[in-house]
């Protein structure tokens, strides 16, 4: 790639995450369910999602967007989404049911997914 290439190539300045749902979570809760809600983090940037009360698979249908002032390959961190579904505890401290971790920038290299991958 000559220098005039990568002056021209394209960096996305934000992303815009939708989450849908969660299942295969660990039951936290009394009675079998859990009271359930997820965080979204991008670089400092967090998102948390409302509650999903007495489910064993939570459905949100929220999203939120994060700003990417620095989205090339030197900034992984900061092109990482981290998300964690946390049980709500009414007593103590939340606890974690699950976590996933997305590269974004393996996100944006990839141009033949389907939208909703």
């Known amino acids: 790639m000559s220098l ?3 002056s ?3 960096y996305p300045t934000s992303v815009q995450v ?3 749902q969660a ?3 660990r039951i936290k809760g009394k009675n079998g369910t859990n009271d359930s809600y997820a965080i979204m983090q991008v670089a400092k940037d967090k998102f948390a999602t409302s ?3 007495k489910s064993v698979a939570p459905v949100w249908k929220e999203e939120a967007t994060f700003e990417l002032p ?3 390959n030197g900034n992984t961190e900061k092109c990482t989404l981290h998300v964690h579904v946390m049980h709500r505890a009414l007593v ?3 606890k974690l049911l699950g976590h996933a971790v997305i590269n974004l920038l393996e996100l944006s290299e990839v141009k ?3 939208k909703t991958e």
């Open 4 to 6: 005039s290439d990568q």
């Open 8 to 10: 021209q190539q394209w």
């Open 18 to 20: 939708t989450v849908l």
């Open 23 to 25: 299942r295969s979570l």
């Open 51 to 53: 509650v999903a009360e």
């Open 70 to 72: 620095l989205f090339h």
């Open 92 to 94: 103590g401290s939340d």
């Open 112 to 114: 033949s997914r389907n």
